[in-house]
């Protein structure tokens, strides 16, 4: 038995050999993946468990300032978490349990933290409801202190909360209505089932969700760094470790550290709570969902999500607001200098340099997704599983992490013997003046988007459709072409879409990559920030969300969201 | 088919294919050594229970899968390695895989594009092949619009259009109505016989196997047990799976008086038969026969073994019973109801049976 199954190894080996294509596209999937994800990590092991890096360890875990630094990013992450988690619950709740008015007012205000970019509600909550905020000291006269742990979870779990309700939201609209139904049956209370059955079925998104804000919030680097105030975290240290000090070896070391939590966080979702979900396996739902009719609860808890909803619009409203005044929150003069700024002076060029850097990146990142997805899901071979995880690797690694595995990893030129592989992408001397390494890092963190939402779409469509093409007589790259892409246009739209704007408002990996040659929006507007200076920050944001949306049409309009076969049948 | 056209067209030679299973440790093993011959022009069906490894023959055939051992030949050249797409063969798929974004015309189309076919004659073919399957004027539609039978046909047009050296099918009708199987049954009948194309057809449903095959192949747990025409299959299994898996069959104990060249003399039910016996047996033994319902009838007669009828039930074409005959209880078909009145439930009765159907099996 052992023989014939060796054997059959080999086989799928030569049957691939055969396809010289599918090979070519597999080798530089893994190059890509190797090269650009797991060598600047691997990078970053190196250096850390180095000569130099060892002692350094011991002495981070033993020095107080240290453990007290890793202590604030824990209890950091934990309240992101389960704010976060909450108000997507919330969100979730109302959306699918409640027949109340402004449903999709509240939907799309979830959406847009997803096109903003990371630190704009910081900023925005400083204008609002910092020492001299509009409304803080303006309306109530307190000279309210925003920087520090409060102002860190008020802004974080509004600005990550999207992903948690979507995971929810779509959770609790896969709970089969039928075992509310049998509990009301059973002569059950509301508030019972609520207790013994809706919650414990979504304990593991619940849990699921809790875990990726957790890891949002401690890889974060935008929003600590313009709302930390004193309250220091492993980010924000190692952002100084290495601008400030110029210590890549402590960086190094603290990037091991911070990258512990994140990649136990990425491996307890892949193969933990994914297999104990058990709401997938009720398949179908049947019979219509019951809402509630409380009135106290219905209307208690659309007034809780309102009032989220209007703080999340006042607070985009002050940057709006606020790119268009003198002096945002002091000085309400009307003055389109900011845009000036941003559109015709210094800051033209990073408004330029982002964009065309994000618009090479996204439809690279977007192939290689589906690419990836599309050999994960048909495709057998060894290691496949390997090539998935490395590809997730991308997100599930701190952003920051990423920009100093850059820097470790492509300082100098990579030879063999005297043939240069991979040049000099970091630094000063940099090829193209760093954007190639930008364009990387763009690449690698948006790569995990389209590749998710590549496998969701191609595990609906059964093999068998593009298994009558092959006996058609058609090959694999016609098939893939006419049957498979067609068929996946909506998780290519989606995988443009998440791509785009992933690169346009990604900071941590980026922040030590940008050169005097290259300048990227994200960076400028923290730079505004850190100076005082709202006014051109705001015009940045609202620059850059013009963009996402412009970019969004373009996507929408090449490749569109409807399969083949909607959009053919409702063209008819 | 007659002799002379006996011609193999494609031959499996000691087939092994094997999945890891579920722990990833071990293999299941779902074609166990199967060799076949195929007939240029024949019909020729592979039957047996779901997870006997029948799709994963016609896989093997279509080269969807490659065999762990074994070979494949398609008139005497070796395909076993040879990718699907250049295999002459087109297989019929069980949910029918159509195309969902294309029309009923591209769908059909599709095939005769990959090769690079000039437009005009795509055209000409396709319409053809839409019109001798009953769907002229459909050509627009997409499958969403389509009724189950029409989308079946629409895979089988795409399918025929392709003029394929061997057409496969994997259980084609079992999702259709009961109505509609019947129908599309024929049809798929009437079109392989005026066609000529060489089928290979997978079911479970030996109804369905009877009715199309010039010869079918019973399978169970990966190996074949029995290769014959439909009749064969049906009057003479060579075990008790094949005899029980097609049709209705009772198992009968039956003593063995003497035996001679191929034949043997046995005792059923006390009385005195003649039968074929292809295999050695002993005189003196109890050996197992099989009787077909409808060959055994009820009569009043006080000379026959007496049995009491546990369960009598009336269905139209054939009345059907239970009765029971000391510790067994034997299925017996009145398939002309009208003849006579029906016997009730607890009533003691003669059974008899046609000598000529009993039928021996291997222990
Ligand atoms: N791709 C596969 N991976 C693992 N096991 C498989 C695969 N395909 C079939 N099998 C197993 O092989 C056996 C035969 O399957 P199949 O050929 O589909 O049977 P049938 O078509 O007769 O119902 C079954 O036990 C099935 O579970
Ligand atoms: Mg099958």
Redesign the interface.
């Known amino acids: ?1 052992q023989g ?2 060796n ?2 190894q080999a ?2 080996f ?2 691939l050999l ?2 010289p294509l599918l090979l070519v596209v597999l080798l530089f999937l893994i190059f890509f993946v190797v090269v650009a994800i797991l060598l600047p990590i691997f990078s970053i092991v190196g250096e850390s468990f180095s000569e130099e890096g060892l002692p350094l360890f011991r002495r981070y875990v033993t020095d107080p300032v240290y453990q007290n630094i890793v202590l604030n990013t824990l209890v950091m992450g934990t309240l992101v978490g389960a704010v976060g988690t909450g108000i997507g619950f919330l969100f979730a709740f109302v959306q699918v349990k409640l027949d109340v008015p402004f449903k999709r007012f509240m939907h799309f205000v979830a959406l847009v933290p997803v096109i903003s970019p990371p630190f704009a509600l910081a900023t925005s909550a400083i204008v609002l409801f910092g020492r001299s905020g509009s409304i803080s000291r303006g309306i109530f006269g307190v000279r309210y202190d925003i920087y520090g742990l409060n102002g860190l979870v008020f802004v974080m779990a509004l600005s990550f909360f999207t992903i948690t309700y979507l995971n929810l939201r779509g959770m609790m609209e896969a709970l089969d209505p039928a075992l509310d139904e049998a509990a009301i049956n059973l002569g059950a209370s509301r508030w019972r089932i609520f207790r013994t059955v809706t919650i414990p079925m979504l304990l593991p998104g619940i849990a699921s969700s809790f875990l990726l804000l957790f890891v949002e919030a401690i890889a974060d680097l935008g929003n600590p760094l313009v709302l930390g105030g004193n309250y220091e975290v492993l980010a924000t240290r190692i952002y100084v470790t290495i601008i400030g000090l110029y210590n890549p070896t402590g960086a190094a070391v603290l990037s091991i550290i911070l990258l512990i939590p994140s990649l136990l966080v990425f491996v307890v979702q892949r193969y933990w709570i994914s297999r104990i979900s058990v709401v997938s396996v009720t398949g179908k739902p049947a019979g219509t969902p019951q809402t509630i009719k409380n009135p106290y609860v219905k209307w208690g808890l659309f007034a809780v999500v309102m009032f989220i909803c209007l703080l999340v619009v006042l607070l985009y409203g002050a940057i709006l607001h606020g790119a268009f005044v003198t002096v945002p929150g002091v000085r309400w003069d009307f003055t389109l200098d900011h845009f000036d700024f941003v559109l015709n002076g210094i800051g033209s060029q990073a408004m330029r340099d982002t964009t065309v850097l994000s618009g090479i990146a996204t439809p690279i990142a977007a192939v290689i997704g589906i690419l990836i997805a599309y050999i994960v899901v048909r495709k057998q071979f060894l290691g496949r599983d390997l090539l998935d995880f490395g590809a997730m690797l991308g997100i599930a690694v701190p952003g920051t992490i990423i920009g100093i595995g850059y820097i470790l990893a492509f300082n100098t030129p990579i030879m063999i013997g005297d043939v240069t592989i991979i040049p000099k992408l970091t630094g000063g001397q940099a090829i193209f003046g760093g954007a190639l390494a930008i364009v990387l890092v763009y690449i690698t963190r948006s790569v995990p988007a389209a590749l998710r939402s590549g496998v969701a779409s191609l595990s609906q469509i ?1 093999p ?2 593009e ?9 694999t790259v ?1 098939t893939f072409r ?2 498979t892409l ?2 996946i246009r909506p998780a290519l739209f989606a995988g443009l879409v998440y791509a785009f704007a992933r690169s346009m408002t990604t900071i941590s990996a980026i922040i030590f990559l940008t050169t005097p040659q290259t300048k990227i929006m994200t960076q400028q507007i923290l730079n505004e920030v850190e100076n005082g200076r709202y006014g051109n920050a705001f015009a940045y944001c609202v620059i850059l969300v013009a963009i996402v949306l412009v970019a969004i049409g373009v996507f929408y309009a090449l490749v569109g969201t409807k ?3 909607e ?3 409702k063209g ?1 | 088919m007659n002799e002379q056209s006996k011609q193999v067209l494609l031959k499996l030679v000691d087939i ?1 294919k ?1 999945f ?1 299973d579920r722990s990833g440790h ?2 299941v093993r779902a074609v166990d050594d199967v060799s076949l011959d195929i007939y240029d022009g024949e019909f020729l069906t592979l039957l047996g229970p779901s997870g006997c490894g029948k799709t994963t023959t016609l896989r093997l055939i ?1 080269g ?1 899968e ?1 065999p ?2 074994g070979k494949i030949l398609l008139e005497e050249r070796d395909i076993t ?1 040879q ?4 295999r002459d ?3 019929v ?3 029918y ?7 009923v015309y591209d769908n059909v189309a ?2 005769l594009q ?2 690079k076919m000039p437009r005009a004659q795509v055209k000409d073919k396709v319409t053809t092949s839409l019109s001798i399957i009953g769907l002229a004027g459909l050509e ?1 539609r ?1 499958p ?2 389509l009724s189950g039978g029409q989308q079946q046909r629409v895979a089988l047009a ?2 025929l259009v ?1 003029e394929p050296r061997i057409l496969l099918f994997d259980e084609p009708l079992s999702n259709l109505d009961a109505k509609l199987r019947v129908q599309m049954r024929s049809e798929i009948h009437r079109l392989q016989r005026s066609l000529g194309i060489t089928s290979i057809y997978v079911t479970h449903d030996q109804v369905e196997a009877m009715a199309l095959s010039d010869r079918i192949v019973v399978m169970n747990k990966g190996k074949i047990e029995q290769i014959g025409t439909p009749e064969e299959i049906y009057r003479y299994p060579k075990t008790r799976f094949v005899a029980d898996f097609i049709g209705r069959a009772n198992f009968l104990p039956a003593t063995v008086s003497s035996t001679q060249n191929g034949s043997a003399s046995l005792t059923v039910m006390g009385k005195q038969i003649d039968t074929r016996a292809p295999f050695e047996i002993e005189v003196g033994t109890v050996v197992t026969v099989m009787l077909r319902p409808e060959a055994l009838t009820l009569r009043v007669d006080a000379s026959l073994p007496q049995g009491v009828i546990e369960q009598a039930m009336y269905l139209g074409t054939e009345i059907e019973y239970m009765v029971r005959l000391d510790d067994i209880v034997i299925t017996i078909v009145d398939n002309d109801p009208r003849k006579q009145h029906m016997f009730a439930e607890g009533e003691t009765i003669g059974i008899d049976f046609i000598p000529e159907a009993v039928h021996l099996l291997p222990d």
Not at chain 2, 83 to 86: A, F, H, L, T, V
Not at chain 2, 97 to 103: G, K, R, T
Request: charged share 25%; net charge positive; hydrophobic share 35%.
């Open positions: 038995m014939i199954r054997s059959q086989k799928q030569r049957a055969k396809d059964d068998a459709i298994e009558a093409s092959i006996s058609l007589g058609a090959d016609r006419k049957i067609p068929l399969t083949g076969a959009r053919r049948t008819e | 092994v094997e890891p071990g293999a279509a969807f490659i762990n051992l390695q990718p699907p797409n250049k063969m087109a297989l798929f069980q949910n895989a159509l195309f969902p974004h294309m029309s599709y095939g990959s090769q627009g997409r969403n619009q795409r399918s392709m």
